[in-house]
């Protein structure tokens, strides 16, 4: 059985066990320079520029992305300086670089911007008007729904009233100038619904995201691009989407887990190098393990690290595997919690390392991909444990000010500091189970733990140890962050993004498991990591002016395929994470195979094996996956 489409076509009729691409001949869309990265070069010394925009010439990057900031050039009320912005900007113009600086953030008296909106508004004149005749593109704020970053709790609403004087400002000075809705930490839909139902839509001319999935895959992004256009649909905007950041740092795994951990394993009665850690790796049932290189660089004082299935936890005796870590972030499929329920029931030891448990319910999505559905709470009674938050409970602090070992850990671990806002509660135990604190934290008026031990003797007859800290989640392999950039780029141009900012360009390195050091993808002597060969290797494949790739996926396998600008047809084929012998059925002939590093692979014949690494074939008319 085969069958081959116009690449025209939607696809969604395809039957399951096919999925195939004909690339068309005629006229179609095609990419309009879409790629970019993050670069901090407005706040470092200008003449770090010139070496950095070098090294984006050598992957034939030429957009970079940058902030503008308001208190860098207005440091005192009413003196105004803008030499550093003046030297970037002449350095950029030589150097052909494209900037899409960033508007943002406010200055001690005007704080927040919004309600200082003449203050703000003559910043916006002051900086636009200046390099307003090269600079096209302005983006208003940076992840405004952030706290941090709006300076209190966000609101749509509120943004829009920042975001229609910088529109009507930018307008104003040049009514062809470009403006580019703050990009979102994230894609919270709320938030940005009710920007729009507060009219934001007439004041941008770009929308835009910052769709970062530590804890999962680019593919991830599927079901939230889809989601987004059916609600600029619904409030009728025809309008472009641009990532202006994502990506996936390189830093090493906390030390925090190899130095907190222990003591709690010892109150638990559990000997790391004399016991099995478990983690779950189940791509069949939608659930494959995205987090080994962390598991295996975090909890390395195990005896044995093993993959377990949901079917094989089910029968898995404790005894043989102590500890489980069902997830290393916050999203877990809810449909499989009764079998954590059920091992711990057992007796054994679920390891809860990062941030709130259960709070995302992963859900299969209908378009591909997967989606992240926000639970909150819902689940955490099964399991007898808990959390608070300022968002949810009266009396919780944003953040704490102090982390410290309990009293019962006195001594036997020192605590790098690192707020997390997120608290652990014993209301949800039964009668003779225990909430025992392993490090407490709070402020002068609260006091509850960000590490705790839930030792469990009612229903449930093992143990949980559950972590708020985030640093487990948050970093990959740099082998890993070179596979995710091109799939990245890749599954966003085919669902409509016409233009993606990598973040970010340079790791500036101040610390080895700090995350914020290590996005880039040259390191801080702009020595390259893999990721800026595989930056390459996309933009030679897929340069501007190709037509914009058609993108398809079935049983976990993607394809994408497009023509360049001179005329020859190229296709990517991956699998997510866990390798998949595919058969394929080709039209025309293979020049060339390259993964995603540029390096040359044997030209398949009729099978192949599609795993993260994207297998490129050069020339072929069509491309069908079985």
């Known amino acids: 059985m085969k069958m081959e489409v116009t690449m025209r076509h939607k696809l969604e009729w395809l039957p399951i066990l096919l999925a195939g691409l004909s690339l ?7 990419l309009k320079d879409p790629y970019g990265v993050c670069a901090h070069v407005s706040r470092e010394n200008p003449s770090s520029a010139p070496t950095q925009f070098s090294r984006m010439h050598k992957a034939a990057i030429n957009w970079v992305r940058t902030d503008y900031d308001w208190s860098n050039v207005e440091k005192k009320r009413d003196s105004w300086n803008f030499d550093h912005l003046d030297k ?74 920042l975001l229609r004087r910088s529109y009507e400002q930018i307008k104003k000075i040049d009514p062809g100038l470009v403006v580019v809705y703050g990009g979102t930490a994230g ?84 000997n790391p190098a004399e016991s099995t850690l478990g983690m779950i790796h189940d791509p069949e049932n939608g659930y494959p393990l995205t987090q ?8 390395s004082n195990f005896g044995k690290i ?11 005796d404790p005894e043989k595997c102590r500890v489980v870590i069902p997830s290393v972030g916050e999203a877990f499929p809810a449909r499989y919690l009764p079998v954590l329920v059920r091992y711990v029931k057992r007796g054994g030891t679920l390891l809860l390392p990062s941030g709130l448990p259960f709070y995302y319910d992963l859900r299969p999505a209908a378009q591909g991909g997967i989606q992240k559905v926000q639970v909150n709470d819902r689940y955490l009674p099964d399991l007898h444990i808990g959390w608070d938050a300022w968002w949810t409970r009266k009396g919780v602090p944003m953040k704490e000010t102090y982390q410290r070992p309990a009293p019962e850990f006195t001594g036997k671990f020192k605590v790098k500091f690192s707020p997390t806002g997120r608290f652990l509660h014993d209301r949800n135990l039964h009668p003779g189970d225990q909430f025992i604190p392993v490090v407490e934290a709070g402020t002068d008026n609260y006091k509850s733990a960000v590490v705790a031990l839930y030792k469990l003797d009612s229903n449930l ?34 669902h409509g993004v016409e233009r993606v900012f990598w973040y970010n360009f340079r790791s500036a390195e101040w610390s080895p498991d700090d995350r914020e050091a290590h996005f880039g993808i040259v390191g801080k002597d702009l020595k390259p990591k893999p990721a800026f060969a595989a930056y390459q290797t996309l933009m030679k494949l897929c340069p501007a002016g190709s037509t914009v790739p058609e993108f398809q996926q079935k049983n976990g396998v993607y394809l994408t395929g497009w023509r360049r600008p001179d005329g020859v047809g190229v296709w990517a084929i991956w699998a997510a994470d866990t390798p998949i012998k595919t058969t394929l059925q ?41």
């Open 24 to 30: 068309a001949a005629g006229p179609t869309d095609r």
């Open 187 to 270: 894609v919270p839909f709320d938030f940005i619904e009710e920007s729009y139902a507060a009219g934001a839509g007439r004041y941008f001319d770009v929308m835009n995201i910052h769709p970062y999935h530590w804890q999962g895959t680019p593919e991830w992004m599927i079901p939230q691009l889809n989601d987004l256009r059916a609600l600029m649909k619904k409030y009728q905007l025809d309008k472009p989407i641009w990532i202006t950041e994502v990506g996936w740092s390189t830093a090493r795994p906390s030390g925090f887990y190899r130095e907190v951990l222990p003591a709690a394993f010892e109150r638990a009665g559990i």
């Open 88 to 161: 970037l900007f002449q350095l950029a113009k030589q150097d052909k670089i494209n900037i899409l600086p960033i508007l943002d953030y406010d200055v001690p008296w005007a704080t927040p911007a919004y309600k200082h909106l003449d203050a703000w508004g003559e910043y916006v004149r002051r900086v636009v008007s200046r390099y307003s005749g090269y600079l096209r593109y302005w983006e208003v704020w940076n992840e405004q729904n952030a706290e941090g970053f709006w300076r209190e709790k966000p609101s749509g609403k509120n943004y829009t009233l």
């Open 461 to 494: 007859k093992g143990n949980i140890i559950v972590c708020t800290s985030m640093s487990a989640s948050e970093t990959v392999s740099e082998e890993r962050q070179a596979q995710m950039l091109p799939r990245t780029y890749l599954i966003a141009f085919g």
């Open 586 to 626: 080709i039209r025309g002939k293979v020049t060339e195979a390259l993964d995603h590093l540029g390096e040359k692979q044997p030209i398949p014949e009729s099978t192949c094996t599609a795993g993260p690494s994207i297998l490129y074939l050069v020339g072929p008319e069509s491309v069908t996956v079985r």
């Open 306 to 316: 093993e993959p377990f299935t949901f079917a094989q936890l089910d029968e898995l």
């Open 292 to 299: 080994e290189y962390n598991i295996r660089q975090s909890f």
